[in-house]
């Protein structure tokens, strides 16, 4: 009755054999021994422990068994009560088994929480951080119009901000440099026009003075004086007219037309406007098919002509010009090469300036011009010279198909 009021079973010893249990009948059936453990009998009775607890096993299932001792009133011990945990074990087994799921599965969730909430910790960081090392790309690639849409309201934002202003403070800079770098340009241009203008404009005021002095003098040669001035003066009416044509072709290049156009009869048809210049030899070296190339016809003449007279003008007496022409791994390759005086290798670096030429007459935009052409068709120039060795330019196309 009292095993089932407290829900627990318990047995009686009298000193070292059993006596009475809420269970008797395992006793009976010869399950668990009627006499006390040896362990127990030691700790209880002999050392006089108020507690003892006993591991014991049947078969393969191990148990534990609680000891205290019943007291007389005088303290002497006159049995021991003891509650095994046999009865219970697979009920214990059973709630281990549920707390121990419990807390594993309370360790998951939180693990998963972690995970996730330092996901989202590491994102708020790694997001606005990846959002700048995006931008600092863009900027270092020339894209100085980068905004950052969203900006926080922390450290990382206090960056951003000052990203934001560095992009603005080199936009600014950027265009104020650009439009210095206009003025300089055009300041310089307007240097060299005027020195260029003031050349010819010198001889034709002395020579108009001069005929008018002659004319009051009344000379008698005055008819033959007065045909060396109109010389003098067409000549130099002839210098200004081509300066201003070079400044207004490279100020303003006319509207391109591109087209497939066969750059061998190009080549051959400058070459014909130049064999008026006897002392040069002209040697041409061409593909039997021929070579198109998708560009402006009216400028690849330009290009040929202005190589063309820098060739002539480079050769102090009889010289040869060779020009060829060749197909290769999907380019037009032209090369043209003069026995002229050639350039010197400090100046190579500055051919292709446009205020820059090795020569006393011209403004020294032929070569810019020749430059910005092959740019514009997707193309490629190299230029090869000696002081005395003479030149050797390599223009290269890609090929265009004849259907484009």
């Keep these: ?35 006390i453990s040896a362990d127990a009998y030691a700790n209880v009775v002999v050392q006089r422990k108020r507690f003892f607890i006993d591991h014991q096993q049947i078969g393969l299932l191990p148990y534990i068994v609680g000891y205290r001792p ?199 048809e400058a070459v014909n406007l130049h064999r008026q210049h006897t002392r040069i030899t002209f040697r041409e070296e061409y593909e039997e098919q021929s070579c198109l190339v998708l560009a402006d016809r009216e400028e690849m003449r330009r290009v040929f002509i202005n190589l063309l007279q820098n060739s002539i003008q480079a050769i102090d007496g009889p010289g040869k010009i060779t020009v060829s022409c060749k197909c290769a791994s999907g380019n037009v390759e032209i090369t043209i090469t003069d026995t002229g005086v050639g350039i010197p290798a400090a100046l190579h670096d500055r051919i292709f300036e446009p205020n820059f030429s090795t020569k006393t007459e011209g403004m020294g935009l032929g070569l810019a011009i020749v430059k910005q052409i092959v740019d514009d068709a997707r193309g490629s120039i190299d230029v090869k010279s000696s002081s005395g060795a003479g030149t050797s330019v390599t223009i290269r196309f890609p090929i265009a198909n004849p259907a484009s």
């Design 1 to 35: 009755q009292v095993a089932a009021m407290i829900k627990t079973d318990f047995n009686i010893y009298l000193i070292r054999s059993f006596f009475a249990g809420s269970k008797p009948e395992i006793f009976l059936a010869g399950v668990l021994d009627p006499r």
């Design 70 to 268: 019943i007291l007389a009133e005088d303290g002497s011990i006159i049995g021991l009560i003891s509650v095994p945990t046999l009865y219970t074990q697979i009920e214990m087994n059973e709630d281990l088994t549920r707390r121990n799921s419990f807390l594993y599965g309370v360790y998951v969730l939180a693990i998963l929480l972690s995970i996730l909430a330092g996901t989202a910790f590491a994102n708020q960081i790694s997001a606005p951080l990846k959002r700048l090392m995006l931008a600092t790309r863009q900027v270092g690639s020339g894209q100085l119009d980068v905004r950052i849409s969203r900006i926080r309201m922390d450290e990382i934002g206090e960056l951003e901000q000052a990203f934001q202003q560095m992009t603005q403070d080199l936009r600014r800079i950027q265009a104020e440099m650009m439009r210095a770098q206009r003025e300089l340009a055009w300041r310089e241009m307007a240097k060299q026009v005027a020195h260029e203008i003031k050349n010819p404009l010198t001889p034709m005021k002395l020579a108009i003075q001069h005929l008018r002095q002659a004319y009051t003098d009344g000379v008698k040669n005055f008819r033959e004086l007065f045909q060396q001035v109109s010389d003098t003066l067409l000549e130099q009416i002839d210098t200004l007219n081509r300066i201003a044509s070079e400044f207004s072709l490279y100020a303003k290049m006319p509207e391109r037309k591109p087209e497939p156009c066969d750059l061998q009869q190009i080549i051959r």
